[in-house]
T-cell receptor
Framework: NAGVTQTPKFQVLKTGQSMTLQCAQDMNHNSMYWYRQDPGMGLRLIYYSASEGTTDKGEVPNGYNVSRLNKREFSLRLESAAPSQTSVYFC???????????FGPGTRLTVL | AQSVTQLDSQVPVFEEAPVELRCNYSSSVSVYLFWYVQYPNQGLQLLLKYLSGSTLVKGINGFEAEFNKSQTSFHLRKPSVHISDTAEYFCAVSDMNSGGYQKVTFGIGTKLQVIP
């Protein structure tokens, strides 16, 4: 089992460029999540998907869109990147009932 | 609404000394509680969790935590730390609400620095 995988590991963008962060899990989890991690702010939820076919906004959704492509895959898109989106992005998946989450290795994104 | 407070942003401790990382939460309903660890340049991984039953929970790498409902706390402890325990530790809380999705709130993290 690979667990939760994320691509790319690192990315540098210029302001206004777009990109999609990919996430896949092989644990047959219903729920998937996208977080951003910034120094001194912990983890903040961007979007989540409680089950295949549904997505909902988290705490900080502005500037992002998501797609739950199937049960395994959950992508995060930045349509027009801004320097404020410089962060480390984590994808996670989990069982709905107990909500223990399994995290990917992260994507370090820098927006210049 | 639920919230998590990790009182210490950084905790330095000498190798083989005991450590306690503090976590307090607030919630209007019963909760599940978690501690995660993040090693440098990695994702978070679960250390231990409290779902129900015994209030003393044992996790991986010799860590344990005690759920105290009256004090709304879930402090993490280890009797003797090792250099390899240097990492950032996150406390998290999830409401036991009904429904398919239960929101998880993370604390801002405590950096444990083990000094040789």
């Amino acid at each position: 089992n690979a667990g939760v995988t994320q691509t790319p590991k690192f990315q540098v963008l210029k302001t206004g460029q777009s990109m999609t962060l990919q996430c896949a899990q092989d644990m047959n989890h219903n729920s998937m999540y996208w977080y951003r991690q910034d120094p001194g702010m912990g983890l903040r939820l961007i979007y989540y998907s409680a089950s295949e076919g549904t997505t909902d906004k988290g705490e900080v959704p502005n500037g992002y869109n998501v797609s739950r492509l199937n049960k395994r895959e959950f992508s995060l898109r930045l349509e027009s990147a801004a320097p404020s989106q410089t962060s480390v992005y984590f994808c996670a998946s989990g069982h709905s009932s107990y909500n223990e989450q399994f995290f990917g290795p992260g994507t370090r994104l820098t927006v210049l | 609404a639920q919230s998590v407070t990790q009182l210490d942003s950084q905790v330095p401790v000498f190798e083989e000394a005991p450590v306690e990382l503090r976590c307090n939460y607030s919630s209007s309903v019963s909760v599940y509680l978690f501690w995660y660890v993040q090693y440098p340049n990695q994702g978070l991984q679960l250390l231990l969790k409290y779902l129900s039953g015994s209030t003393l929970v044992k996790g991986i790498n010799g860590f344990e935590a005690e759920f105290n409902k009256s004090q709304t706390s879930f402090h993490l402890r280890k009797p003797s730390v090792h250099i390899s325990d240097t990492a950032e530790y996150f406390c998290a809380v999830s409401d036991m609400n009904s429904g398919g999705y239960q929101k998880v709130t993370f604390g801002i993290g405590t950096k444990l620095q083990v000094i040789p």
